[in-house]
């Protein structure tokens, strides 16, 4: 869990597998298919009546009600920071008054747009940097 924790929307963003495990002090041995994470992510919101992004190949978003899927990103955002920047998306889109499940699908989008752009330019030496860089790219 990283910034959004404690927000009073209830906005939460899972940056790893790991962390999602240890929150739900569960153990989950691996998640086989997207059905079954969409099924996870989607218990896992609604036990902690929050919003839950997943990050992984395929980004997983959910209210506890419905589940979302972003497609956008690079294999080069596995490294440290891509979570970090996920949250500072997230909660500038929070800040701007947009509604939490939206703001969260957005910003995992944005954020993955802006690593395949960050990807293409720096390869596998991109950075969490290179990412907040590009995000003003998206929007053009």
Same mark, same amino acid.
């Given at each position: 869990?990283? /910034?959004?924790?404690?927000?009073?929307? *209830?906005? $939460?963003?899972?940056?790893?597998?790991?962390? @999602?495990?240890?929150?739900? &002090?569960?153990? @989950?041995?691996?998640?086989?298919?997207?059905?079954?994470?969409? +099924?996870?992510?989607?218990?896992?919101?609604?036990?902690?009546? !929050?919003?839950?992004?997943? +990050?992984?190949?395929?980004?997983?978003?959910?209210?506890?009600?419905?589940?979302?899927? #972003?497609?956008?990103?690079?294999? $080069?955002?596995?490294?440290?920071?891509?979570?970090?920047?996920?949250?500072? /998306? !997230? *909660?500038?889109?929070?800040?701007?008054?947009?509604?939490? @499940?939206?703001?969260? !699908?957005?910003?995992?989008?944005? #954020?993955?747009?802006?690593?395949?752009?960050?990807? #293409? +330019?720096? *390869?596998?030496?991109?950075?969490?940097?290179?990412?907040? &860089?590009?995000?003003? +790219? /998206? @929007?053009?």
């Amino acid at each position: 869990l990283t /910034v959004l924790e404690n927000l009073m929307v *209830g906005a $939460y963003v899972m940056k790893d597998k790991k962390k @999602f495990t240890a929150r739900l &002090e569960r153990v @989950f041995e691996h998640f086989p298919n997207l059905k079954e994470r969409k +099924k996870q992510v989607k218990s896992a919101a609604k036990k902690l009546n !929050c919003i839950v992004i997943l +990050k992984g190949h395929k980004d997983i978003i959910s209210d506890g009600k419905t589940a979302a899927t #972003n497609e956008s990103g690079s294999i $080069y955002m596995t490294k440290a920071g891509t979570g970090d920047t996920l949250a500072g /998306v !997230c *909660g500038a889109l929070l800040a701007g008054g947009i509604k939490p @499940f939206d703001a969260a !699908c957005l910003a995992a989008w944005i #954020n993955g747009k802006a690593g395949e752009l960050a990807a #293409n +330019k720096f *390869g596998a030496g991109m950075l969490a940097s290179d990412i907040i &860089e590009t995000i003003p +790219k /998206v @929007f053009k």
